[in-house]
C-alpha cells in the first residue's frame, strides 16, 4: 500500500521526488523518508514519522544535498508501529546504499536470524531493513546493483515492490517487482518509477507497466528491464490520459469534496462512446473475449470493499438485462472455499487501482480454473487488466481521498454496461427497453449534478449531528448496496458505528438496535416501480418511527407516502429502478463528509486506511 517514487535524470531529484510523495500520500501516510545520492560519491537520506509534511518541514530546517538521483516512500505499517526508525528508507553497506519496500516479505524472520547469525545489525522492526541489508551485501560482492537485485529477490517470498540506489553508481535506480505495482515513467533525459503513474504524471505522460518478477534498471538515457532470471523482458508502454493538475485539490477543501463534485464527470466519461442514442453497447473488449467460444452461463464479480457493492448493484441489472445467473464474492474468501468455476463463468474484478492484492490473487485463481476474466478498473497499467482476459476501463480520473466516491459511481455504471451488452448479445433483452435505458444513462450526469447540489442541506444534517454515535442505513433491492455503501463511508471517515441492513431483515433482529433518536437513512424506492417493495419500505418507515428512531429518508420528488413518516426527506429526481441508487448514494457520500468535517477529523486521510491494499 505504500508509495514509492525513483527518479534518475537532470533535476533536483528531492523536488522531484517530494512531488511524488505528495501525490501518492494516499496510499499511506504513517511516516515518509527520502534518499539522494549526491555527486562525488556520497548518499544523504532522511526520514521522519507522521505525514508528509513533517518530512518537508524538516527539510526546510535541514536541508539535504542536491543530487539528481533518488528515492523516496511514503509509508503505511505493516511490520512495526510508525516510527522514525521504521520508516523508509533503509540504508545498507555502510550508508552507501539505500532502499524502499512496498509489500510483505513473508520469510523475513527466517532470513534475518540468518543474517544476525553472520553478524549483521538491525535497527528497525521491519521486514524491509532484511531486504536493505541483503542487498548491501549483494552490492559488496558484485559491484553492480542489477546484479545484486537479482540475487535478493530470488531469496524473497511474499509480495514486494523494491527500488534502491547506491552511492557507488550514481546515475542507476534499479527497482524489483512481485505481487506489488510498480510503473516505469518515460522522458528526455530522464526516467522514473512509482507505485502508480500519480508518481511522475507531472513530468511525463508516458509510461510502462512492469510485468511481474520484473527487475528495471533505469538510468537518464536508458530503461532494461529484465527477468528475475536475468532474460531480457519488455513492458507495455502506455500513455497517461490525465495530467497532474486532475491530482490536484484546485481550491476544494479536501479531495474528496473535489472527487464528489466530479461524480457526474465521472459517470459521463464512463459512458462516452460506449452506448448509442439506440442503446446499443459498443464494448470492443467484451467482442474478443466472447469470440474465444462458450457460453457465458454465470458471472462471479470479485471485489473489497466499495466495489463489492458495486459489484452487487451491477449484479441486479446483469440478471434483469441478460437473465444470466449472478452473484457476488469476497475477494479475499473466494479462492479458499474451492468455488466450482469453468469455462462458461465470467469472473469479472472490480477495482479502482487495479492492484487490490486479494482480488488479483482470486483472478489468478480463477484463470487458473478456466474461466474468463473480465477487469472493471479506473487504472491504466495496472496488474489485474493486464492479467484478465479483457478489461473495461472507468475512466473516472483519478480518485485521491482514501474513501471511493465517483471510482464507485463509475463501477457501477460499467457493471450496467455490461449487463445491457450480454442483453443485447443473447437477445434477453428488447431493441425497445434498451433505447430507453439509453436515454435513462442519457440523463444520469445531469440528475447527479443535481444531487451534488444538495451539498449545503447534508452539511446542516451532519452539523447538528455531530455528537451521534451510530447511524443506521435500511434499503430494499438496489437500496441494499447504497445502504451498505452508505455506512461504510461513515465508518471510514467519522469513525462512529454504522451498519446496512436489507430492509426486509428489518425484524429479523435489527429493529432490536432501534431506541428513541436513533438516526436511521433509508432509501425509499420509487412509488412508481410496478413492485411492491415501495409500500413495503413506507411500512419499515412506520415500524421505526414508532419505537423513536429519527427517520431520513431519501425518497423521489413529491412521494407523498413518506412525508408524514419522516423527520427529513431528501428528495432525488424522477429516475429509473436501476438510475435512482445512484442518485441516492450521492448525498450519503457528501453526509459521511460532513460529519467527518463536523467532527474536526482528516477526510482524505482517514486513521488506518489506505487506497490501495496491496497485502494480503
Known sequence: MCGIVGYVGQRSASEVVLGGLARLEYRGYDSAGIAIVVPGNSLVSHKKAGKLSVLRDELEANPLAQGTTGIGHTRWATHGPPTDANAHPHLADGGKLALIHNGIIENFDELKSE????????????????????????FHETQ???????????RLEGAFTLLGVHQDQPDVVVGARRNSPLVVGLGQGENFLGSDVAAFVAYTDKAMALGQDQIVTITPDSVTITTFEGDPATAAQFDIDWDASAADKGGWSSFMAKEISEEPEAVANTLRGRISPEGTVTLPDLDSLLDQGGEITRIIFIACGT????????????????????TVELS?????????????TLVVSVSQSGETMDTLMAVRYAAEK???????????????????DAVLYTHAGPEVAVASTKAFLSQVIAAYLLGLYLGQHNGHISAADSALLAKDFDALPGQLQEMVETGGRIKELAGWMADTRSVLYLGRHVGYPVALEGALKLKELAYIHAEGFAAGELKHGPIALIEPGQIVFVIVPSPRDPSSLHAKVVSNIQEIRARGARVIALAEKGDAAVLPHADEVIAL????VFMEPLLAVVPLHIFGMELAAAKGLDIDQPRNLAKSVTVE
Not at 116 to 138: C, I, N, P, W
Request: aromatic share 8%.
Open 307 to 326: 466495489a463489492a457493492y458495486a459489484a452487487m448493484l451491477g449484479a441486479y441489472a446483469i440478471e434483469k438485462w441478460s437473465g444470466i445467473a449472478t
Open 144 to 154: 553492480d546493483l542489477t546484479l545484486a537485485m537479482r540475487a535478493v529477490v530470488a
Open 370 to 388: 478456466g474461466a474468463k476474466t473480465l477487469s472493471i478498473c479506473n487504472t491504466q497499467g495496472a496488474t489485474i487488466p493486464r492479467e484478465s
Open 573 to 576: 429526481p424522477f429516475a429509473s
Open 115 to 138: 543474517l544476525q547469525a553472520q553478524g549483521e545489525q538491525f535497527h528497525s522492526d521491519t521486514d524491509s531493513e532484511v531486504a536493505a541489508v541483503m542487498l548491501g551485501r549483494a
Open 332 to 344: 479475499h474468501e473466494f479462492r479458499y472455499r474451492d468455488p466450482a468455476v469453468g469455462p462458461t
